[in-house]
């Protein structure tokens, strides 16, 4: 794990930690255990921090699950902590995922096994996901404190 000083959107004294882990489902606790800590230097209401963990186990998991066919790969999770936010960011170099129109996506979402990202939209103040043709994606989130 590693942590450094950044001065990201003009957010001075903001920290951001960023993990790495191999995508297998049993490494996923450790980026809970990384926003645990996280919390004992920005002190987060526990009820903020259960949906923080929420939100993030639903992240990493759907890169764990859906990013790489034989399951060897790696997820990197950043968390950037700001006075005001926490922006988490999960991002791995597997598949990605097709692009599709929002009212897919949203039938998606709903379908079996296909709730996170709405778990994760009904509890961020902002989602942002992305993926790249040639690979890899990216889903980032903020929760304002």
């Known amino acids: 794990?590693?942590?450094?000083?950044?001065?990201?959107?003009?957010?001075?004294?903001?920290?951001?930690?960023?993990?790495?882990?191999?995508?297998?489902?049993e490494y996923i606790t450790l980026s809970r255990l990384a926003l645990t800590g996280l919390s004992h230097v920005r002190p987060l209401a526990e009820e903020t921090l259960a949906e923080l963990k929420l939100a993030?186990?639903?992240?990493?998991?759907?890169?764990?699950?859906?990013?790489?066919?034989?399951?060897?790969?790696?997820?990197?999770?950043?968390?950037?902590?700001?006075?005001?936010?926490?922006?988490?960011?999960?991002?791995?170099d597997g598949s990605g995922f097709p692009q599709?129109?929002?009212?897919?996506?949203?039938?998606?979402?709903?379908?079996?096994?296909?709730?996170?990202?709405?778990i994760i939209r009904s509890i961020a103040d902002e989602l942002v996901v992305d993926s790249e043709p040639e690979g890899g994606s990216r889903l980032r989130f903020v929760k304002l404190l």
Do not use: W
């Open 56 to 92: 993030l186990t639903e992240a990493t998991s759907n890169s764990v699950r859906h990013a790489y066919a034989n399951g060897e790969g790696r997820v990197q999770i950043s968390f950037e902590l700001c006075e005001d936010r926490l922006v988490v960011e999960v991002s791995d």
């Open 100 to 118: 599709t129109d929002e009212s897919a996506s949203r039938e998606q979402e709903l379908s079996e096994g296909g709730l996170g990202i709405a």
């Open 1 to 25: 794990m590693e942590e450094r000083p950044t001065e990201l959107d003009g957010d001075r004294g903001s920290r951001v930690v960023t993990l790495t882990i191999p995508a297998k489902p």
